[in-house]
């Protein structure tokens, strides 16, 4: 690959010698005279170096240097002058410089620093990729799933590394949300300053807790440069009306939000404000990574067929952190043993055979799945007098999924005697 130098010298027969030097020796030269044309040049082409004249007409090359080192950090800059004292040597070097060649000078003797300022430069870009590259590979390495919904989900969720936006994280409990958050920090410009998660349920005064008041700084100054992570914002809706005046008045001398949600009414409410929007998959959408993740849970246990399928089959509803749960219970009961199914729940059995004998055939026109489940969901309402817990139960659900199905769906009952 060629590189590209750029020559700032108010004098035209140096530009000349150097750039004949600098094309003989394979780079490509450009020429400037002065600041302001140096900084289109810049503006416009990939400048790889520069050789800056401390001595410019009408123009100091300190300021020149400022400039290019403020516009253009990873540039190489190598000073020239016909008036070097030490400390312009010094100063210069201060502000970046990589070197500093008093003139007259050997052309040879500045080829060869040319050569070697750049050689240092390709070293450093290839150790700060390697670097980024393996830590960010780290930072997702604990996200676990071969599945395609979930590699599509990882693939959006590394092109937020290097983006500054708020991110909106949506999904179902325990789908991975806070670990993809975090995941993504870790792998940030941002991973040496804090993340700091904020659990809104367990605060007597949220909005004191997140922003702070005369006497308490809150979470948002204390994270400073780094991320801050909401957690349960569904549980306190009254701070959605200050949080999106925040995100509306961002100056970028701020944390990171990342907000996690099942809420699409939530998310849509600070999805104006948010720069990012990212849908973490149900595991009973990603088929193949449930006995995937059953394996990691127990490294060291087997799974008997039945057991297997009897977990591939299952639907859920609390995700990859009910599968964990699951598998960690069966570890102890099955000793040394292989995992078969009287170590699983027997609600787990219970909603296989449930579905093994479900009375409905598929018409051959199909069917609205959401439609069934709705109307499900209201026979069990209906049936429970409104108690939600009972509902639940009877759809082989928690309570928890249940009051989450029903806010996804617009559905509300009340209890009756």
């Known amino acids: 690959m060629t590189r590209n130098v750029l020559i700032i010298d108010d004098e035209a027969n140096m530009r000349w010698v150097l750039g004949q030097a600098l094309e003989q020796a394979g780079y490509t030269a450009h020429g400037a005279s002065g600041g302001d044309e140096s900084m289109h040049i810049l503006a416009r082409n990939p400048i790889d170096l520069v050789l800056l004249d401390l001595k410019l007409r009408g123009e100091d090359g300190l300021v020149v240097l400022r400039q290019v ?11 020239l002058t016909a008036y070097g004292t030490v400390p312009n040597a010094v100063e210069a070097m201060h502000l970046g410089a990589a070197d500093f060649l008093r003139k007259p000078f050997d052309v040879e003797e500045v080829m060869v620093k040319v050569a070697r300022a750049l050689e240092r430069r390709a070293m450093q870009q290839q150790i700060a990729h390697l670097t980024a590259t393996q830590f960010d590979s780290v930072a997702f390495n604990t996200l676990i799933g071969t599945s395609v919904v979930w590699q599509d989900t990882l693939r959006q969720a590394q092109t937020l590394v290097t983006s500054e936006s708020d991110v909106l994280f949506v999904g179902g409990s325990g789908s991975g949300r806070a670990s993809v958050a975090r995941a993504i920090h870790a792998a940030s410009t941002r991973h040496r300053a804090p993340l700091i998660e904020c659990d809104m349920r367990i605060y007597h005064d949220p909005l004191v807790t997140l922003f702070g008041n005369e ?32 995100l509306a008045e961002s100056t970028g001398h701020q944390p990171r939000l990342f ?26 959408e990603r088929p193949g990574d449930i006995a995937l993740l059953s394996r990691t849970f127990a490294p060291d246990h087997q799974f008997t067929p039945e057991a297997m399928q009897l977990l591939e089959h299952y639907h859920w509803p609390e995700n990859v952190t009910e599968l964990r749960g699951v598998i960690q219970r069966a570890v102890q009961l099955a000793g040394a043993a292989p995992i078969d199914v009287p170590h699983l729940p027997s609600w787990m059995v219970s909603a296989a055979t449930a579905l093994s004998t479900y009375p409905m055939t598929l018409p051959d026109e199909g069917i609205r799945l959401e439609a069934v489940e709705q109307g499900l969901i209201k026979q069990a309402l209906e049936r429970a007098y409104g108690n939600k817990s009972k509902a639940a139960e009877l759809l082989g659900l928690t309570r928890h999924t249940l009051l989450y199905r029903m806010e996804k769906y617009g559905i509300s009952a009340q209890e009756r005697d």
Do not use: F, K, N
């Open 259 to 284: 907000i996690v949600t099942h809420h699409q009414s939530i998310a849509m409410a600070l999805a104006a404000q948010c720069g990012a929007y990212l849908t973490i998959p149900a595991l009973c």
């Open 69 to 79: 080192r403020e516009r253009w950090p990873d540039v190489v800059v190598m000073m």
């Open 215 to 246: 006497h308490h700084e809150g979470l948002w100054a204390a994270a400073g440069s780094g991320t801050l992570l909401i957690r349960h914002l569904d549980d306190v809706p009254e701070t959605l009306p200050v949080l999106g005046e925040r």
